[in-house]
């Protein structure tokens, strides 16, 4: 059995929290990093992951979405209350751009690049590494994420242009991996190109995957990413799987996780 790192996974949103958690260490994931979107959602990251001491580790951050919601006071409370949990958290996530049309007509992009360079000067300051979703918005978040300086970034679920992706790849930061390398061509296309040093595995669960046959997914799942990624590169999934979960205990200085991760049975 593998030991797996699911390095994206919405824990908050998830029906039936218990059972996703007991099935994914069935499967062999040691660790997952469940990311935030709003202040509620960090609120009920913080929880989960004191309920599940050393198994889950919390991303607080504030997704490009949920600022149609929101006042200008009430962003910068939800900035207000990641710095002052930062301590607890191992990542700002998820933050980013989404310049998607139904999305943009409620958020302008000024406000969503003004944003993110908040979050991330927040990242940059207590030493956290970003987790950055760049849907359409591909060559906007990676300026942004190169000229604020910080050192660690991951662009999960990639499916932006080849050039932007060995930008990414050249200034040192990491993509992410998910189910829908199964499938979805563009991401397929990133997934290959990416060097397995600069690869991580995730789910973003509970996102809907599949063509013909949908699924809701769960931290399980990282599984098929796993596999997925072991067909796309024509490399042994253990490979893969050392690999990956090496990278995200560096990535996110995981560091009992090492121990864990080596030790037998």
Known sequence: M??????????????????????????????IVAVGSNYQSNVKILDI????????YPALGLHPWELANLESSQIN?????????????????????????????????????EVLGRLLDLAIRYAKPAIIHSRYAWKDALRLVQDSGIEKAVFHWFTGFPSVLEDIID?????SATPAAEYHAE????????????????????????????????PADVLRTLKAVAELKGVDEATIAEQTTRNAVVFFSLKNVIAKSQSPG
């Open 2 to 31: 593998y030991r797996l790192i699911d390095t994206h996974a919405h824990l908050d949103e998830l029906k039936n929290l218990d059972l996703a958690i007991e099935e994914a260490k069935r499967v062999g994931v040691i660790t």
């Open 49 to 56: 992951s004191r309920k599940y001491e050393s198994f889950v």
């Open 77 to 113: 409370e939800n900035l207000r209350f990641i710095e002052e949990n930062i301590a607890e958290a191992i990542a700002v996530g998820e933050i980013g751009l989404d310049y998607d049309k139904r999305v943009v007509k409620v958020v302008p992009k000024e406000l969503q690049k």
């Open 171 to 175: 200034t040192g930061y990491f993509i």
């Open 187 to 218: 991401h397929r296309r990133a997934v290959k190109e990416t060097p397995l040093d600069k690869l991580l595995l995730e789910t973003d669960c509970p996102v809907t995957y599949g063509r013909e046959v949908k699924y809701e997914s769960k």
